[in-house]
């Protein structure tokens, strides 16, 4: 119940942040286009599936990052399609 809360609460967060960028004049995706989001995450197991049904009800095109590239994912970002990152990680 209190994942489910989390798992809940981090989508509410991410599509707020990009109703704020969208407000602070972030870069607008067309009306018809869904918004691209890179997800990383760490620090725990999830249950991956049930997790991404989380994005299916917003216009998200969430894309894992893989987790083998660890910070050099952020190593040249001039060709990312992405407009926003959502992070998902806590430690118990």
């Not at 018809?32 to 989380?54: C, E, P, Q, R, W």
Request: net charge negative.
């Amino acid at each position: 119940m209190i994942r489910r809360l989390g798992l809940t609460a981090l989508a509410l967060v991410a599509v707020g942040c990009l109703c704020l960028a969208a407000v602070l004049g972030g870069e607008r995706p067309a009306p018809s286009a869904k918004v691209n989001a890179l997800l990383i995450t760490g620090g725990h197991g999830y249950d991956h599936a049930a997790f991404m049904k989380i994005f299916e009800a917003a216009d998200l095109a969430v894309t894992p990052a893989d987790p083998k590239l660890g910070s050099g994912i952020f190593d040249n970002i001039e060709d990312w399609t992405y407009h926003t990152i959502l992070l998902y990680n806590f430690g118990q």
